[in-house]
């Protein structure tokens, strides 16, 4: 298998958690299925789950299984290409061509296509089946805490594959730095789904109404860069370490004074963190998230001190 490796050209990382290459793997392994093997495989697209994104649109998802040369049934989740939002059906077909780009992404941090269908004017993804769901539903839906130490992980693991896109596509997310687009496995890694909006017929102008994670240079002027990622992220980390959707209330409070970051952590934890961690935690979202894209970091300059923080976690560093 040829691979086209690309090197890194920001910051060095910490050597707790190693960030993986950043390379682009040809993956010679992507399946091509028909819609009766999907068919078949999902049991006639019976088990669905729909996602609902606060960006106004529902994804919808079928879980089924697959023969593998390895096992004899593998668990899949095969995405459905239509997106519908509160104003239109959008619908987008993916190409071959499309699809077989998305496949030549490889990172542990993303969700691993595994195949597609064009076929009878449907578009479907088939994706590994991550089993501990969303990260969203860990967070606002489950009354069982996530431990600290796994939030860190968790958030370790999201700013790695988003380094980690930006270094090889040198262009923003979008749409797709969402919580219910984080995924877990039974080891609560995090892994991102990716589907590369900009070769998407993703629905632009309708995208970001209402929505919590919108940046100030979006709001203004309709501007998408990395840095607005980066204040994306650094939402999702307030949700992720508060529990809590009072996202605006929140933010101005961290803005003013960063330091009060521990009388806003999720009450489900008790005093089950490090304060010195919690308080490095809520300094990096308030950087993340300042109104000025240029005074945002990097996004490895974030896995940085994310790595940082576990190290304080672990007792090896005091600051």
Known sequence: MGN???SCKQKRTSPLIKTPLLEEEVNENLRIFSVKELKKATKDFKKKRDVVGEDTYVQTFYRGYINDETTSKLPVSVMEGLIYSQHHLEEWKISKE?????GQIS????????GYCCEDNRSLLVFEYLQKESL???IFEKEEALPWETRVKIATGIA???????????SPLHQELRMHNILLDEQYNAKLLYLDSKKQCWPIDWAFVGTKYMSPEYLDADIVRMETDVYTFGVILLELFTGSKEILINLERLRTRPFLFTEMIDPRLGSHYPVDAATKMGTLIQICTREHWKKRPLMQQVVDVLNSVCLICRGILNI
């Open 98 to 102: 499309e699809a077989e780009s998305l």
């Open 107 to 114: 990172h542990p941090n993303l969700v691993k296509l595994l």
């Open 4 to 6: 086209g490796l690309k």
């Open 136 to 138: 969203e539903h860990h």
């Open 160 to 170: 790695q594959s988003v380094a980690f896109i930006h270094s090889i596509k040198n």
